[in-house]
């Protein structure tokens, strides 16, 4: 793929289910068209984002890892398979597998992830049921550059919500995609737009070191 500085930046967005974020990144390239979408590849071949994907004109590619031998072995056929579309980043949006560490330094600040709190609180799962445990008051959205750390990466932005009584885990997780969706689009875009950077494992945002992470207004 051969690009020029005017070239909306060309993404890679990976998934493994609904593709909610997915389609919050389509509906904002329709509009904007900072970046294109170039593939969408899942490693679930019944991941319902594939069609949405599909409805949109964007390429879809299924590599299913019960199909290797070990996660290094996935992933060296999932880096080819990548690499194949040339992505200025690549957009984890739902994709249920933790990297090697090759497959990281690989695209070592060039991948993004969101994740479903404010990081660094409630790393892994079951992020909306803990913060109703604690009685957190804030709870949310975190973007954040990957690194070899599972939910440790610099984080760039992140989108609270408010936590009511009445919430329960469903009502808490549908109040975090709300914000995932705003948020998402908007780093990816300041990426394309080259204000977002990661340089020595520091963010730079609009070429200024940050010192503390972007929060955005939902």
């Known amino acids: 793929m051969t690009t020029n500085s005017n070239s909306p930046l060309a993404i890679v967005v990976l998934i493994s289910g609904k593709g909610s974020n997915l389609q919050a990144l389509i509906d904002h390239q329709q509009q904007f068209g900072d970046f294109q979408i170039v593939a969408v590849i899942s490693n679930r071949g019944d991941a319902a984002g594939l069609h949405k994907a ?15 031998n070990s996660r290094d ?12 579309f040339n992505p ?13 560490a090759a ?3 690989h695209y ?3 991948m993004l992830n969101i994740h479903p709190s404010l990081l660094p609180a409630y ?3 079951n992020t909306h049921q803990r913060a109703l445990d604690d009685k957190a008051r804030e709870h949310g959205a975190s973007v954040h550059f990957v690194t070899e750390e599972l939910d440790g990466g610099p984080v760039v932005a992140q989108a609270k919500v408010l936590l009511d009584k009445k919430d329960n885990a469903k009502s808490l997780a549908n109040k975090v995609h709300s914000a995932e969706h705003q948020l998402y689009p908007l780093c990816v ?19 200024q ?9 939902t």
């Not at 394309?192 to 730079?204: E, M, P, T, Y």
């Open 189 to 207: 875009q300041w990426f394309a737009q080259k204000r977002l950077h990661l340089i020595n494992g520091q963010v730079f945002f609009d070429g």
């Open 103 to 105: 497959f990281v330094q």
């Open 88 to 100: 200025g980043l690549v957009v984890l949006a739902g994709f249920m597998r933790i990297f090697s």
């Open 108 to 110: 070592a600040a060039r």
């Open 73 to 84: 072995e996935y992933d060296q056929a999932l880096i080819q398979l990548i690499d194949d």
């Open 209 to 217: 070191a940050l010192q503390q992470v972007l929060s955005i207004e």
């Open 123 to 125: 790393r892994g799962l």
């Open 54 to 68: 599909q409805q949109a004109g964007i390429a879809t590619r299924v590599l299913d890892h019960k199909l290797f």
